[in-house]
């Protein structure tokens, strides 16, 4: 009799872990219908700051702004203002990167700012820019692989090209938003594989999505989420890529 009592003691308590995983560690991650998040992320100096102050309060209020914390803000992106979007501008600082990743299980969309001029001929000699055209593309790597996000359906990606107005007064020949969505698939490349050696190494392979297609060079056509590239000015207005998706 005792026997059977312990037996039936056990099999409740396992009954009872089985239900708390199922039921209640499940229901805690954000669902379809409740993911209303949209990320800014990028590298340090790529507009994301200045893009949310602009969003909240015009173009006088855009600048270059420094910070360490998230920042977080309803904004307006319709003329009337009858459509707003919750945004959550996480800073480029790669000691904050682990905040990006946890802020990706709530997102919905995803802003990541690339400073153009990092794109720029001359710039492959500048270490600086160098640095953080390499972070930038860096990051958007960690997004598209990001295992939540990159499996949720409603989940989209804007490649915000900024600081197109630098180039107005410039000998440099700008690039376009195509020839940088060019350079950055090839560096992706590059990124996938030396990070799928180094999972393979540390037993991590579940720790991130695949990126593309086994055995395939990647285009960002093969991304789980859809991903595009637009050219911005935040600090000239051009902003409107930038409403157009969020709206």
């Known amino acids: 009799m005792a026997d059977n009592t312990l ?29 209303t998040l949209n990320l800014f992320c990028g590298p340090v ?10 969003l909240q309060h015009g173009k006088d209020a855009c600048k270059t702004v420094a910070s360490m914390e998230c920042n977080s803000a309803k904004v307006k992106v319709d003329e009337g203002g009858d459509v707003t ?36 001929g001359m710039a ?19 997004v598209l692989t990001h295992t939540e996000f990159s499996n949720f359906p409603g989940g989209r990606v804007l490649v915000a090209c900024n600081k197109m107005d630098l180039f107005d007064d410039s000998v440099l020949t700008a690039p376009t938003a195509k020839s940088i969505k060019k350079e950055v698939e090839k560096e992706l490349n590059i990124i996938r594989e030396s990070r799928q050696g180094m999972l393979q190494t540390t037993d991590g392979a579940d720790q991130e999505a ?28 051009d902003v409107q890529p930038l409403r157009d998706f969020l709206a």
Not at 214 to 227: C, I, L, N, Q, W
């Open 210 to 237: 695949f990126l593309g297609e086994e055995g395939k060079k990647f285009k960002m056509e093969d991304s789980t989420v859809p991903v595009e590239f637009k050219e911005v000015s935040v600090s000239a207005g």
């Open 7 to 35: 037996i039936i003691t056990v099999a409740l308590g396992i009954f009872a872990i089985l239900v708390y995983f199922l039921f209640f560690k499940k229901s805690a991650k954000p669902s379809k219908k409740n993911k």
């Open 85 to 120: 979007a919750n945004i959550v501008d996480v800073p480029g600082h790669p000691r904050i990167r682990p905040q990006l990743m946890k802020e990706l299980d709530a997102a919905k969309g995803v802003v990541v700012f690339l400073d153009a001029t990092c794109f720029a």
């Open 124 to 142: 492959r000699t500048d270490v600086d820019k160098s640095q953080r055209k390499e972070e930038g593309i860096q990051i958007l790597y960690d």
């Open 45 to 54: 100096d790529s507009g994301k700051t200045a893009a949310l102050l602009h």
